[in-house]
């Protein structure tokens, strides 16, 4: 056998012609650099659309809590079912070491962009929204274990980090794309479910490039080891005479051993940080900071931004020192620290846009210096078991990571209890500011715009009263105890905004007066302390995030295998080519080009 006359360009996909070549995929050889970085490209692109569309409900969530009426522990519990549901769907992506990649992710492309299309925005109460979500969900679940198998396939470890930082990019780029598209299109697109059209729009467009262009390995090229591309040749030699089936048999006893899941369970803690983000940073930013639903989305933006770049740069660092763990560790002393910045944040009330700008950025910056190296240092650990069994070891990642995510949503409304008043209460707050607005015209002896009257009527009895009073006509007889009612409001409002007890007849007063604004103050005082507490409850989730860092460095520097030092890892290398190249010789070929 002569090992040198192995092809050296992107192999051809065998006798398959015209539509058969739309499920059936393999290549018969190891693609050529050009080809290769083709296939990463489409993957990565894929990736982010996926995550664009599976994220889009965090750009809008506080619309879509006002929209169903929807309490922020149904919210949760439909996250923690989501997951869950998630949790089983990343055994489905395992199965892809048997049944191929390629095909779970385009596919599942064209069942999540449907969904987000039409399911979504046509949902007609809470419970078809969450089925609706659910299944994105499950199907985000397969793609996460089959999508970066694909990239393991077509990336040597010499330059693992850099292809999984440009994986990683699609979670993240995701998110960055719901915030850009959110925070530009908000404000003259205001049905929430516009989001979900544009989404669903980009989802079909990206299915369509992967359904024509999108290859993988055959079973007999994947299922081995590749250091760097110079192994092609021996890869395809040995190929011919690899036994697959043995190779796969039982995946999940082979995958399932411990320092593969404590890694897997240390780095779901550390992201602990970064799924409050995707889910909860537009909530957070607009109930604690008063920013708008656009201004949270701006805030995102710049984090996401300086996250995608953080990804590249360090896997690229990565690759080149040869070393992961340094950079693992300096993420996540980064990462602890502004996290805790966050803690010492969260009750000032001076905080500005863009003080939270950079607080977020450099927040995401470090996630970004940690996870990339993970993410490659993690293959290369499932390599080293069996490369063959790539999904299922990338399933077992996925599986905790799930279960993770479930139990700290879970675990969230008993942390936050604010949210559901801050998002469903917030009308009260309008009528409340309205009916200052109107003191303030009153003060000043100034007659309200036409505008702000017609605001002020849509209150009802009270509003009417107040309208007529302050244009100066006259209050009808039935309406003239609102004005009474007004008075009543105004003085309970500020003794409880001062802390101040508000006296029984003052409330009963204001009750007999108008039953309308009793109610709305009763709804007020319960925004007010709920706006009160958030801080605090927010403060110690961001503690709970802190806890989940400092695990994952422990797993790093006691459990997770990989060098120091990047002239250690050189001569790694070094020896290995060695072997290579002494496996060629002995089989008669030559180097590879």
């Known amino acids: 056998m002569t090992v040198s006359a192995l092809p050296s360009s992107s192999p051809p996909l065998g006798n398959r012609r015209g539509i058969s070549l739309l499920w059936r995929r393999e290549l018969s050889g190891y693609p050529s650099t050009r080809a290769r970085l083709g296939y990463l490209t489409i993957v990565v692109l894929a990736t982010i659309v996926l995550y664009y569309e599976a994220y889009a409900p965090g750009g809008v969530s506080p619309l879509i809590l006002a929209h169903f009426k929807m309490s922020f522990l149904y919210y949760l519990n439909l996250l923690v079912v989501g997951s869950a549901f998630g949790a089983v769907s990343t055994w489905l992506g395992g199965l892809s070491d048997k049944i191929g990649r390629a095909n779970l992710v385009i596919w599942g492309q064209l069942v999540v962009a449907l969904i987000t299309l039409f399911g979504v925005p046509h949902a007609p109460s809470q419970l078809w929204y969450a089925v609706a979500v659910i299944a994105i969900g499950m199907v985000e679940g397969v793609i996460l274990v089959a999508s970066p198998a694909l990239v393991r396939d077509f990336s040597p470890q010499m330059g693992r980090a850099s292809a999984m930082g440009f994986w990683t990019l699609g979670p993240v780029a995701g998110s960055l794309i719901v915030s850009i598209v959110a925070n530009h299109t908000l404000s003259h697109l205001h049905p929430w479910q516009d989001q979900f059209i544009i989404a669903g729009i980009t989802g079909l467009a990206m299915f369509a490039i992967s359904l024509v262009f999108l290859r993988e390995l055959s079973p007999e090229i994947r299922d081995q080891r590749m250091v760097s591309v110079r192994d092609r040749i021996l890869i395809e030699a040995k190929a011919r005479g690899l036994k697959v089936e043995r190779m796969l048999a039982h995946p999940v006893r082979q995958m399932l051993r411990w320092d593969l899941a404590l890694s897997a369970l240390g780095i779901s803690l ?19 900071y ?10 995102n933006t710049w984090g996401w931004a300086f996250n995608c770049g953080a990804l590249v740069v360090t896997g690229v660092l990565s690759d080149w020192m040869r070393v992961r763990k340094p950079f693992m560790v300096v993420g996540t002393l980064g990462t602890l620290a502004m996290t805790l910045v966050f803690v010492w944040e969260a009750k000032n009330a001076q905080i500005t846009y863009y003080d939270l700008v950079v607080m977020v950025s450099v927040l995401f910056v470090f996630l970004g210096v ?6 490659a240092q993690y293959t290369e650990a499932i390599e080293a078991k069996n490369p063959a069994l790539t999904a299922t070891g990338l399933a077992v990642w996925g599986w905790i990571l799930r279960i993770v995510v479930a139990l700290a949503t879970l675990a969230v409304p008993h942390v936050v209890t604010s949210v559901t008043p801050l998002v469903l209460d917030a009308p009260a707050a309008t009528q409340a500011a309205l009916l200052q607005q109107g003191n303030t015209y009153l003060s000043r002896h100034e007659t309200p715009p036409a505008s702000y009257v017609g605001q002020l009527k849509a209150i009802g009895p009270p509003g009417e009263a107040f309208a007529l009073f302050l244009t100066h006509q006259p209050v009808p007889a039935s309406l003239a105890p609102q004005l009474t009612g007004l008075i009543d409001f105004g003085k309970a409002v500020g003794l409880y905004n001062a802390n101040k007890p508000v006296p029984p007849s003052l409330t009963a007063s204001l009750a007999k007066n108008s039953p309308q604004l009793s109610t709305l103050y009763g709804t007020l005082t319960g925004l007010i302390s709920a706006k009160n507490a958030a801080p605090g409850q927010w403060q110690r989730w961001w503690w709970v995030d802190a806890g989940g860092e400092i695990a994952f460095l422990l797993v790093v520097i006691f459990s997770i295998r990989g060098r120091w030092r990047p002239s250690l890892a050189r001569r790694d290398i070094e020896e290995y080519e060695k072997r290579v190249q002494a496996e060629l010789s002995a089989m008669g070929g030559t180097e590879a080009a």
């Open 290 to 299: 008063n920013m708008t639903t656009a201004q949270a989305n701006g805030i």
């Open 370 to 375: 940690a996870y990339a190296p993970w993410m």
């Open 270 to 288: 550390f992201l602990l940080i970064y799924y409050a983000a995707v889910g909860f940073f537009t909530i957070y930013f607009v109930t604690t």
